[in-house]
């Protein structure tokens, strides 16, 4: 296992919970993952638009097992993988990929939240879990780009109620931890890449510009960390790892292969009905 992290920056991650690595991903990587995604009409009919609360809408494809297609070999290459082992501390496993597709002047916001708020529901008994978000579009201010906390993973799991359909923080815990921590603005250019521990408070604003602003977040969970029941998302699974070179060679290989089993989060995904049930008893 080597991955991309020097110890300095490991600290880093310990310390604010989350480390960007510039440049992740080439020009002709990101390229071709874009071109990739933008033509995939099997992700555009699967995605679920969800509100945010505020009468905006976001849109986004989740897939639980990452395949053998361009999207498969993004998040099964040993600069990632092994970069999130590094990070976790042991081997991990894919618990799901999703593209966030935040369109310009309709994609709406996400509230307050910390992964582990949802996936707590899912039999996970430890945060031990790292997301990492690829830009494959230019991340910034104006087309509404993740938000972080900075050493929020530090406060634990926050309670999370049902806000518009997502599920959303505690709002007085976060309104207290938003005087206490930095606020950071993940901006990025396509390529770039964001690993985040799953109990540091994100969220992100609505896409007021012209500009989309796609996502792809690849989601590990520690081996060691399988779920004590069944979910709509994946026990241990062992991953096989790919050479960083095979995200390049498949890209220009047969765009059929850039397909993945979409799931069906309306009727897959309990999560937030969870957390609604729960804040009624």
Known sequence: ????????????????????????????????????????????AAATALDDGAGNRVRLSLWNHPGDGIYGMVARCLRVVDSVEQLIGNEVYHYHSKMILKDARTGGAWAW?????????????????????????????????????????????????????????????????????????????????????????????????????????????????NPYKESHHPGYTPLSKVDDSRVVEVGLGNAALSAVEFAKIDEDDHSAKLLTETAED
């Open 113 to 225: 939240h910390q992964d582990y708020g949802y996936w707590y529901q899912n039999g996970l008994l430890f945060p031990d879990l790292c997301s990492v978000m690829i830009a494959v579009d230019p991340a910034n201010r104006e087309n509404g780009c993740l938000q972080l906390l900075r050493g929020s993973h530090h406060m634990g799991r926050v309670n999370h109620v049902l806000s518009g359909e997502q599920a959303g923080a505690d709002l007085e815990r976060v309104a207290e931890a938003e005087k206490r921590l930095e606020l950071v603005h993940a901006e990025m250019e396509a390529g770039d890449a964001v690993f985040f521990h799953s109990n540091t408070l994100h969220c992100s604003g609505p896409n007021n510009s012209d500009n989309p602003r796609w996502a792809m977040v690849c989601c590990y969970n520690s081996a060691a960390n």
């Open 1 to 44: 296992m080597s991955g991309v992290f020097d110890p300095g920056e490991l600290s880093a991650y310990q310390r604010d919970g989350y480390i960007f690595k510039r440049g992740l991903f080439s020009v002709e990587e990101t390229d071709l993952l874009r071109t990739a995604a933008k033509s995939d009409k099997a992700m555009d």
